[in-house]
T-cell receptor
Framework: EDQVTQSPEALRLQEGESSSLNCSYT??????LFWYRQDPGKGPEFLFT???AGEEKEKERLKATLTKKESFLHITAPKPEDSATYLC????????????FGRGTSLIVHP | NAGVTQTPKFQVLKTGQSMTLQCAQD?????MSWYRQDPGMGLRLIHY???????DQGEVPNGYNVSRSTTEDFPLRLLSAAPSQTSVYFC???????????FGSGTRLTVV
């Protein structure tokens, strides 16, 4: 059974304090790993797709990396507007390409 | 270009009532799906469709019905609402395999 585990469940940072969120996965035949941002009361917003180990993607203060067992979402010098829940999902090459979501990391950045 | 539109945004139902959650997209995406999101449980797939006339069950399909008569619309029907169906429901679409979803803004449903 495919499993996706995100850690920590919650993270509090001071503005400018860089950190990383983790998404570890146990799947057979990874087709893609996705990161989403979800603001309170809204639907998740797509950030990145990573397809193979060693791949990296960047967007503003966010950088996503991928290994064979986990992905990291690095947040450099975060600002209060980066506060949100960050979701990870993995999609395997078998079946109908249905992604499995992790439970998310709630990030709060204090000014 | 509205993306994915869900209606209503909020709904309160009494146990046993039925209702339909609407999802419409204007991106011509073949793949559409319904998720529910509960605290501590993450997003769980209810039903999905890979094109008009084709639907299939996800992880938690019991108590829900779907149909897909057009590319644009994918309604979710609650047959006889139960308190356990209190949740936030999201419709999500994607354009092909191995790509990210576009989510709607959600419907917050409370069953009393």
């Amino acid at each position: 059974e495919d499993q996706v585990t995100q850690s920590p469940e919650a993270l509090r940072l001071q503005e400018g304090e860089s950190s990383s969120l983790n998404c570890s996965y146990t799947v057979s035949g990874l087709r893609g790993l996705f990161w989403y941002r979800q603001d309170p009361g809204k639907g998740p917003e797509f950030l990145f797709t990573l397809y193979s180990a060693g791949e990296e993607k960047e967007k503003e203060r966010l950088k996503a990396t991928l290994t064979k067992k986990e992905s990291f979402l690095h947040i450099t010098a975060p600002k209060p507007e980066d506060s949100a829940t960050y979701l990870c999902a993995v999609q395997t090459s078998g079946g109908s390409y249905i992604p499995t979501f992790g439970r998310g990391t709630s990030l709060i950045v204090h000014p | 270009n509205a993306g994915v539109t869900q209606t209503p945004k909020f709904q309160v139902l009494k146990t046993g009532q039925s209702m339909t959650l609407q999802c419409a997209q204007d991106m011509n995406h073949e793949y559409m799906s319904w998720y529910r999101q509960d605290p501590g449980m993450g997003l769980r797939l209810i039903h999905y469709s890979v094109g008009a006339g084709i639907t299939d069950q996800g992880e938690v399909p019991n108590g829900y019905n779907v149909s897909r008569s057009t590319t644009e619309d994918f309604p979710l029907r609650l047959l006889s609402a139960a308190p356990s169906q209190t949740s936030v429901y999201f419709c999500a679409t994607r354009n092909g395999e191995g790509v990210g979803y576009t989510f709607g803004s959600g419907t917050r449903l409370t069953v009393v």
